[in-house]
């Protein structure tokens, strides 16, 4: 059974940073890129970043580039999202997920951890 578990949110000041991280479980993690996502409360889930299986490749939202990054340990099947300059706009549940295959569609998703920045 394939599992990703997010961690790492919580309540942080405008200007600080947080690091999230989601666990895998259940399959060859080097065989999937991994994504992270966030939905805003009355809002859609937006995509943030992606990293490929290998972590040479990323792609960012244009949203959070300068201020998020994304990396990966194939070893520890752990990929995390390290968020600087954090604003109150970032205020969402962020979502990790994982791919097969390069696409729109991701295969599976986490259960999201919350992250509240205050102004």
């Known amino acids: 059974q394939v599992q990703l578990i997010e961690s790492g949110g919580g309540l942080v000041q405008a200007g600080g940073s947080l690091r999230l991280s989601c666990a895998a479980s259940?399959?060859?993690?080097?065989?999937?890129?991994m994504g992270w996502f966030r939905q805003a409360p009355g809002k859609e889930r937006e995509f943030v970043l992606r990293i490929g299986w290998s972590g040479v490749r990323a792609s960012y939202a244009d949203s959070v580039k300068g201020g998020f990054t994304i990396y990966r340990n194939n070893f520890k099947s752990t990929v995390y999202l390290q968020m600087n300059s954090l604003k109150p706009e970032d205020t969402c549940v962020y979502y990790c997920?994982?791919?097969?295959?390069?696409?729109?569609?991701?295969?599976?998703w986490g259960q999201g951890t919350q992250v509240t920045v205050s102004s």
């Open positions: 997920a994982d791919q097969r295959t390069i696409g729109p569609s991701y295969d599976n």
């Open positions: 259940g399959r060859t993690f080097s065989d999937y890129a």
